[in-house]
């Protein structure tokens, strides 16, 4: 990977966590919070774009440049072009704050500018991780305490992957210093050694820079050479028929192992993954036990995933924050 960083190694632990099998019977699907909701599909009305939450207008005065960039990426997965002209009014700042913003994206590769039209440069792009952060953030904090509240109080060792809803699940578990987590996230560890008490172990690997996680034959070794209690991972689509699949084919071998090695396996994932396929496959729908997500997922999407013999839990979400929804790709 060109530009890449290569981190050495690292396995600070002087004894290995005993394997015992830790197994806990299927949860009650039908307890997880408020009934699934559908999202509702973009209106058609021409020159009008609706905002993050719920339909309404984006108005905000005081957010950061990440922020502003995830919202503009929304948009884009909801139509093809937006009008430069009307972004102002949508997100709530001036014209020049707009055009430093599409600046920095387009320098980043994000979208393609032409004749006061912005479009995405690609189709559903894996977004930085800086970005995904700030999408569906409510829904992802819940859904980190929830799956964290899955592995029991008691001396475990924890697969945890990188990406921002696996982020959630850090700030849950930071606290527990009965647990020793391998992760091959770097944000991951950092949150998990805010507290110092849980023992983390960073596995070795090439960072990507997307996802600011760490990929290649390094963590491979580093997962392998481990036998875990639970392994909790995020993913970018859920499919019955597809499984579980990722945007990128490095960290989907990453997911992978680490799913192979646990005795019990977790997904999470907000609502706005259920029903989307990506190129890399993670894993046969049959090969996790329990999804977390949150109570906008789609009901017939969660009835035939169900039906595989999955266990859905479902976390209540307010009413006034509905989660983004991507376009497949």
């Known amino acids: 990977m060109s530009g890449a960083s290569t981190f050495a190694f690292l396995d600070t632990q002087d004894g290995r966590a005993g394997e015992a099998v830790a197994r806990t019977d299927r949860r009650d699907t039908g ?19 609706p905002g993050p939450h719920s339909g309404t207008e984006a108005r905000m005065n005081e957010t950061t440049r990440d922020t502003r960039i995830s919202t503009i990426l929304t948009l884009l997965t909801q139509r093809a072009e937006l ?33 006061g039209r912005i479009a995405a440069a690609r189709r559903s792009p894996e977004l930085p991780v800086s970005l995904r952060r700030s999408q569906n953030t409510e829904a992802k904090r819940r859904i980190g305490a929830l799956a964290s509240s899955l592995v029991p109080s ?47 172990v960073v596995t070795g690997g090439t960072v990507r820079p997307l996802s600011n996680d760490l990929v290649g034959r390094p963590a491979e070794r580093t997962l392998r050479s481990y036998r875990f209690d639970y392994a909790i991972v995020g993913v970018d689509g859920i499919s019955p028929v597809a499984g579980f699949t990722q945007y990128s084919s490095d960290g989907a071998e990453i997911d992978r192992v680490m799913l192979e090695q646990a005795t019990r396996r977790i997904v999470v994932a907000d609502s706005s993954k259920l029903g989307q396929v990506h190129r890399a496959k993670v894993a046969d729908i049959d090969s996790v036990h329990t999804v977390v997500t949150d109570s906008y997922a789609n009901t017939d999407m969660v009835a035939k995933l169900r039906g595989t013999g999955l266990d859905m839990v479902l976390v209540a979400i307010p009413s006034s924050v509905r989660p983004h929804r991507r376009r497949s790709s």
Request: proline content about 6%.
């Open 31 to 49: 307890s997880g919070g408020a009934a699934p909701l559908r999202g509702q599909a973009p209106g058609p009305h021409s020159g009008t774009y």
């Open 83 to 115: 009008q430069v002209r009307l972004l102002p009014a949508v997100l709530g700042v001036s014209g020049p704050t707009v055009r430093r913003d599409l600046a920095a994206m387009e320098e980043r590769g994000l979208i393609r500018r032409s004749y």
């Open 154 to 200: 008691r001396p475990l060792t924890l697969a945890l992957s990188g990406g921002s809803t696996a982020g959630f699940v850090a700030r849950s578990l930071a606290g527990r210093s009965d647990l020793t987590v391998v992760t091959n996230g770097l944000d991951t560890a950092t949150v998990l050694t805010e507290r110092q008490a849980a023992k983390v």
